[in-house]
């Protein structure tokens, strides 16, 4: 089922590269410019909030949630949900900060004594998905992270990268906590406009799998090759040793776990299944190009995502992005044991 409020985006651009999917970007993107000035009201309206006080900045965001135009929230809401025909939404041209400061070259929060409206949005539509959390291995812990070029990790696997393609990924597959839902903010984008996100659904995924296959890769037969640098504590206790499945869940409620950069096969069925989705992540992805205003959501357990190359210049006017990640409720995190076909009710193990 698509959004109703969606529509099909020339927006949307498949690369020359890249194989545009079949079934077009109907339901993918939703034009919020015509609802800019009361989006941008409502956001004037808040109270004032110390950049120190995050618990009340979030309350005032869930607030500003509520005041934004219904088709806005249906959609973000209806995603949630798990309604939406995918698992990934993008709203196009939702106000921008009137003078945005240059881009930050350490992918930082450049110091602001007030909230920036790109923060603003990140948290409203945070706080409608669940609760951001952060990390301290990464951007020190900020609930809205700031991603830009960093000179030193042009060629990382990492939101820091400019000159390397970002591999297909869920994020932080090898978390403890792992985000239920991201929230990627455009506040700039590339100025020569080379940067393409690529989001494949989970169900698209699982289609043009095989049976043997989508079983080999719901079994401990893959490894967590090393992880980000961010991480490098997390590899010291040992996370390189655990054989994992890339599939999670049941046969109607599955999710997925995997990094392109991360995971390996431990032998040749194994590895012949990577193969297999590894095709069919790219032959049934969908290509995005974010502008400043955009705002790309997804379940980070029902879709993959990658980012294109792209120059930076390191001036100020590099591409700018927040990141906000988001833990969904514990109802959500008990989904292996759902009774069958009932998505809110559980089964409790005998063992248990
Ligand atoms: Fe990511």
Redesign the pocket.
């Known amino acids: 089922m698509t959004t109703s409020v969606a529509y099909r985006s020339p927006l949307v651009v498949p690369s020359p590269q890249m194989v545009p999917t079949p079934e077009g970007a109907s339901g993918v993107t939703l034009d919020c410019r015509p609802y800019a000035a009361q989006i941008q009201q409502a956001i004037a309206s808040r109270r004032p909030v110390s950049l120190a006080d995050t618990e009340r900045f979030l309350v005032e965001a869930e607030m500003l949630f509520h005041a934004l135009p219904e088709p806005l929230r249906r959609a973000v809401i209806e995603l949630k949900s798990g309604l939406s025909r995918y698992p990934f939404l993008i709203l196009k041209g939702l106000p921008t900060e009137q003078s945005l400061p240059p881009t930050p070259l350490d992918s930082r929060r450049p110091r602001m004594e007030r909230f920036m409206v790109g923060e603003w949005l990140s948290a409203a539509i945070a706080k409608a998905l669940g609760e951001p959390f952060g990390l301290v291995q990464q951007n020190e812990g900020e609930l809205i992270q700031h991603n830009s070029p960093v000179k030193l990790h042009e060629t990382a696997q990492s ?1 820091e990268s400019s000159k390397t393609e ?1 591999l297909f ?3 932080g597959s090898f978390l403890p906590l792992t985000p239920d839902y ?1 929230v ?1 903010s455009c506040l700039r984008p590339d100025p020569a406009r080379e940067a393409v996100t690529s989001f494949t659904s989970l169900e698209d995924l699982l289609a043009e799998l095989s049976p043997k296959h989508r079983e080999l890769l719901s079994q401990p037969r893959f490894l967590a090759d090393g992880v980000e640098y961010d991480y490098d504590e997390v590899n010291e206790r040992g996370n390189r040793t655990h054989h994992v499945p890339l599939l999670r869940g049941t046969a109607e409620q599955p999710y997925i776990f995997y990094d392109q950069d991360i995971h390996r096969a431990v032998d040749a069925e194994a590895a012949e299944a990577l193969r297999a989705l590894d095709a069919a992540l790219e032959a049934k992805a969908i290509h995005v190009k974010l502008e400043a205003g955009d705002v790309a959501l997804f379940d ?1 357990r029902r879709c993959m ?3 294109s190359p792209f120059h930076a210049n390191y001036d100020g006017k590099d591409r700018w992005c927040l ?1 906000t990640y988001v833990s969904s409720s514990a109802l959500e995190a008990t989904r292996e044991r759902r009774a069958a076909g009932r998505r809110r009710v559980l089964d409790i193990p005998a063992n248990l």
């Open positions: 939101g970002l990924h869920t994020d991201n990627i980070n995502h990658k980012r990141l």
